[in-house]
């Protein structure tokens, strides 16, 4: 019932650079020193930072004085703060300005079995990725969150098969890049294009990729349309999730069509248990899926059924014991 309170509570301390403010100074602050930093009330920052404590994402001081000093956890720290290299703040921003505008027409999405871009957002959502990058700010903002979470994730997903034998990989729809980065380093003698749409292409050559990464390169176009280059292994990470059964399908068969003899395509999302009990991040991403796309999160077996209707066997699944799991599929060779 009450869940939403501490979201936002997590939402308006990071926004407000709670805990940016605390890493910087490197020692525990009083709360007036960090309504000032901030920009805050007193008695609101007061309430807040109290509510954080409670949270555990801030330690409290006593000093001999009766004054109250904050310092962050070593978790708010990690995940909390702009810089930190694990840093969820562009996802929880994300959470906060987006999904959470979203999901106050989940009732709508339920009753209705669609998206809420048009009452949450007063845009059409008859492209899916027109409603989602309804501006380039917008895009920013989304690719940042797809960026964050394979710096903690994302080894784990690429490493769950071995994937050494393929050399050239494409990511489709591979975004900012962040899975692709992952992937180069696993596994030294690979190199990763990125296929995403031309505006994703140019943001992330420009903002996420440097040019110092000579073993990954881009390739814009559109996976529904245009023609799919040639390679050994294709990276599918969150995009079959957005979609209905009939256009995964119609993607997968793309990707078989294009897939050299021997090669494979490697599924990265998150899976459902088989009777679909769980785990409760994963069915609560599949309401999400339904507010926000045209998909559903599925289980290992229902991947499998639409790799095998496009062509691909020896299917595999992988569970990571993180959010992320993998299924591989070949084409034989
Ligand atoms: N693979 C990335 C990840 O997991 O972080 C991004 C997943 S994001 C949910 C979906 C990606 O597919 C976006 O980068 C989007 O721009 C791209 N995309 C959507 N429609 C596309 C199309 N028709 N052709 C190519 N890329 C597309
Ligand atoms: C998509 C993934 C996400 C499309 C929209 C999205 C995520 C959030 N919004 O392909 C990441 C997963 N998180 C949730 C809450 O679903």
Known sequence: MEGFLISKTVFTAC??????????????????????????????AQRLLAACTGLQLLNTHQQDNGQVLYSNTEQASTYLTRS??????????????????????LTDAVREGRNQYEKAFGVSSTDLFQALYRSDEEMVKFMQLMNSIWNICGRDAVTAFDLSPFKIIYDLGGCSGALAKQCTSA????????????????????????????????????????????????ILARILHDWTDQRCVELLTRVYQACKPGGAVLLVEALLHEDGSGPLTVQLYSLNMLVQTEGRERTAAQYAALLAAAGFTRIQDRQTGKIYDAVLGRKEG
């Not at 650079?17 to 309504?35: H, N, Q, T, W, Y």
């Open 84 to 105: 930190s290299p694990l840093s969820l703040y562009h996802s929880i921003q994300y959470s906060s300005r987006t999904i959470y505008l979203c999901w106050h027409y």
């Open 187 to 234: 596994y030294p003698e690979c190199t990763v294009t990125i296929f995403d749409l031309p505006k994703v292409v140019r943001m992330s050559r420009e903002h996420f990729v440097t040019e110092a990464n000579q073993r990954i390169s881009f390739h814009e176009g559109d996976f529904f349309k245009d023609l799919l280059p040639e390679a050994d292994l294709y």
């Open 15 to 44: 926004e407000l650079g709670v805990f940016d403010v605390l890493l910087g100074k490197d020692r525990p602050m009083s709360a007036e020193e960090i309504c000032q930093a901030v920009g805050a009330s007193l008695d609101g």
